[in-house]
């Protein structure tokens, strides 16, 4: 058996149930076209951002260098391998103390000569050449202030 749709509301009134019903389904429409009010999408990937070229690079050095001791490595114990492991057991080493403490004496030497040549060497200095030039400054100094009393104006007459 077939029925027929129902109704959302009663009908009173044919004109009435129409307005409804057309409100209705408006309502169901702007239900179903509704678009979310918070963005729930992924950020927008910029490409430059994760491609980071310094990164690459150091990345790309420290790579290279892990290449180049590995294959200073294996150069090494290929070398081994073929001469049968034999090691390289002197010491060349030698004792720097004892060069130190000769390069601490041979200083000595040097800074007593130096000092040697400092206390013996005649003075560059004339002290008595000094106070004679002193005497003078203070004897033009007495002059001047003998005439401390008598000040001129810019035409020459005196201010007294």
């Known amino acids: 058996m077939h029925r027929a749709p129902q109704m959302t ?6 004109y009435l149930q129409c307005t409804w019903e ?4 408006d309502h169901r429409k702007k239900v179903r076209d509704a678009q979310p009010l918070v963005d729930t999408r992924a950020p927008l990937c910029l490409r430059h951002l994760p491609l980071n070229i310094k990164k690459l690079k150091l990345e ?13 490595l294996l150069e090494k114990v290929s070398c081994i391998m073929r ?17 130190r403490e000769q390069e ?21 200095y004339q002290a008595r050449k000094w106070q004679e030039d002193w ?10 202030m ?10 020459g007459k005196s201010r007294n």
């Open 22 to 25: 057309k409100a209705y389904q």
């Open 60 to 72: 790309e050095e420290r790579l290279s260098v892990i290449d180049r001791d590995n294959y200073l």
């Open 104 to 124: 601490l004496h041979r200083l000595q030497r040097k800074n007593k000569i130096i000092l040697g040549r400092i206390t013996n060497s005649e003075p560059v």
């Open 135 to 144: 005497a003078r400054t203070e004897k033009d100094q007495d002059t001047l």
């Open 146 to 155: 003998k005439y401390h009393g008598r000040q001129q104006t810019c035409k």
């Open 9 to 14: 509301l009663p009908r009173g009134s044919k």
């Open 83 to 99: 001469t049968r492991g034999q090691t390289d057991n002197r010491n060349d080493y030698t004792h720097r103390r004892g060069n």
